[in-house]
């Protein structure tokens, strides 16, 4: 989920940035984008303590979390494609993590290698 913060007030737009740090995204290539002021886009987060906001305020990180999810996957897809897509994606990670893994299991088994058997030619060559 790719986040953009597009609000007129500088706190409310910090404290979004700090809370969603690990989502931010530009505007560009955003998923959703939170505002403070209402507006007409399909990607729109309107954040206020008006009645009509998606989130009311005040709120905590896990609220705006647990909200910006559910408008995720009410605008994207249904909660089982986003399921398999999360499955396909940690699927693909492990196996790329297990390329990189053998890789430095290898070069450390041809390294130990090494290191024996310069202790054994040194043993009996003394």
């Known amino acids: 989920?790719?986040?953009?913060?597009?609000?007129?007030?500088?706190?409310?737009?910090?404290?979004?940035?700090?809370?969603?740090?690990?989502?931010?995204?530009?505007?560009?290539?955003c998923d959703?984008?939170?505002?403070?002021?209402?507006?007409?886009?399909?990607?729109?987060?309107f954040i206020s303590?008006?009645?009509e906001a998606d989130l009311i305020k005040p709120f905590s990180k896990s609220q705006l979390i647990l909200a910006l999810e559910k408008r995720y996957e009410s605008i994207y897809k249904d909660p089982k494609q986003t399921l398999n897509i999360q499955k396909k994606k940690l699927n693909k990670n492990v196996?790329?993590?297990?390329?990189?893994?053998?890789?430095?299991?290898n070069s450390l088994t041809a390294?130990?290698?090494n290191n024996i058997l310069k202790?054994?030619?040194a043993f009996y060559e003394e």
Do not use: G, T, W
């Not at 910090?14 to 505007?27: A, R, T, V, Y």
């Open 49 to 51: 303590s008006s009645s």
């Open 111 to 113: 390294e130990y290698q």
């Open 1 to 29: 989920m790719k986040i953009a913060v597009e609000c007129k007030s500088p706190l409310m737009q910090k404290s979004l940035e700090l809370f969603l740090d690990n989502h931010l995204s530009s505007l560009k290539h």
């Open 95 to 105: 196996d790329l993590d297990f390329d990189i893994l053998e890789k430095r299991i």
């Open 119 to 121: 202790v054994i030619k």
């Open 32 to 45: 959703i984008v939170l505002e403070d002021i209402k507006s007409d886009d399909s990607r729109s987060f």
